[in-house]
């Protein structure tokens, strides 16, 4: 059972760019998460998808967005990138979201550096 | 607002010995605690606790939660080299999201 896939596992950007990261849950999950993680702030929720639909959304400015397509597969989108915007971007993937029966699980994330 | 505290943030400790983390929450509409160990990248997941006073064991690693006391601890017994990665703690309430303690940060030495 293949696991969660995220792409690139690296990137280097510029501030002012915009980059979009992707995710592929699960095979069957329908529920993926975004999360930010960084030394200082560590694991930071970003907003979470389920069928196509945001049905969460963390304290992220606006540059932050993003959606899902109907095979569950998910990206997000940063615009006019930050230098702090660099860290480490994880996905997460669960049946409903809630994480009840199986936890979630955690692709290997996209390192994003912005310069 | 959800609020995960771990401690200790650190910990160097010697192969063989046993180590106990910690993790206090405060969580509205508290569904469950979860531990994960993240070495390089990806957190793995460990436990998912949802009740009082029942140990979840898996080898040497086990955890128990108190939500009277609203803190849970995870034991390794007799560590190993491996064992070495950050340990994290996170709960989910009401809404579909996990929050995070800051973790804490775990090497085994020989």
């Known amino acids: 059972k293949a696991g969660v896939t995220q792409t690139p596992r690296y990137l280097i950007k510029t501030r002012g760019q915009q980059v979009t990261l992707s995710c592929s849950p699960i095979?069957?999950?329908?529920?993926v998460s975004w999360y930010q993680q960084t030394p200082g702030q560590g694991l930071q929720f970003l907003f979470e998808y389920f069928s196509e639909t945001q049905r969460n959304k963390g304290n992220f400015p606006g540059r932050f967005s993003g959606r899902q397509f109907s095979n569950s597969r998910s990206e997000m989108n940063v615009s006019t990138l930050e230098l702090g915007d660099s860290a480490l971007y994880l996905c997460?993937?669960?049946?409903?979201?809630?994480?009840?029966?199986?936890?979630?699980?955690f692709g290997s994330g996209t390192r994003l550096t912005v310069v | 607002e959800d609020k995960v505290v771990q401690s200790p943030l650190s910990l160097v400790v010697h192969e063989g010995d046993t180590v106990t983390l910690n993790c206090s929450y405060e969580v509205t509409n508290f569904r469950s605690l979860l531990w994960y160990k993240q070495e390089k990248k990806a957190p793995t997941f460990l436990f998912m606790l949802t009740s009082s006073g029942i140990e979840k064991k898996s080898g040497r690693l086990s955890s128990i939660l108190d939500k009277k006391e609203l803190f849970s601890i995870l034991n390794i017994t007799a560590t190993q080299t491996g064992d070495s990665a950050v340990y994290l703690c996170a709960v989910s309430g009401t809404a579909s999201k996990l929050t995070f303690g800051t973790g804490t940060r775990l090497q085994v030495t020989l």
């Open positions: 095979s069957g999950h329908r529920s």
């Open positions: 997460a993937s669960s049946l409903d979201g809630q994480g009840d029966i199986y936890g979630y699980t």
